[in-house]
Nanobody, 117 residues
């Protein structure tokens, strides 16, 4: 089992930046991929960005390409999401996710990001 704790959310003006952090503990050696998802009120949860544990592969949703960057620090078992040029439509609860080699997913509690216009 992997436990995840997110931090870094908050209120920011449009055009501003935030960095989300996700710290993993527990059976971190089983993690093969990590990602950030978000869920806005009344909408389904959607993938924002993903990264393999090796860091060699990343993927981004079209709506964040060029603005968000996902990275990881394996020594600290941490995944970061650098968010620049934030827009009001980026407002959502952001969730960290990790997937173990055997297919089990673990989720964080979520962190609120609010972008004011």
């Amino acid at each position: 089992q992997v436990q995840l704790v997110e931090s870094g959310g908050g209120l920011v003006q449009a055009g501003g930046s935030l960095t989300l952090s996700c710290a993993a503990s527990g059976r971190t050696s089983t993690i093969v991929a990590s990602g950030w998802y978000r869920q806005a009120p009344g909408k389904q949860r959607e993938l924002v960005a993903g990264i393999t544990t090796s860091g060699s592969n990343t993927n981004y949703a079209d709506f964040v390409k060029g603005r968000f960057t996902i990275s990881r620090d394996n020594a600290k078992n941490t995944v970061l999401l650098q968010m620049n040029s934030l827009k009001p439509e980026d407002t959502a609860v952001y969730y960290c996710n990790v997937r173990a080699w055997h297919g089990q997913d673990s989720w964080g509690q979520g962190t609120q990001v609010t972008v004011s216009s």
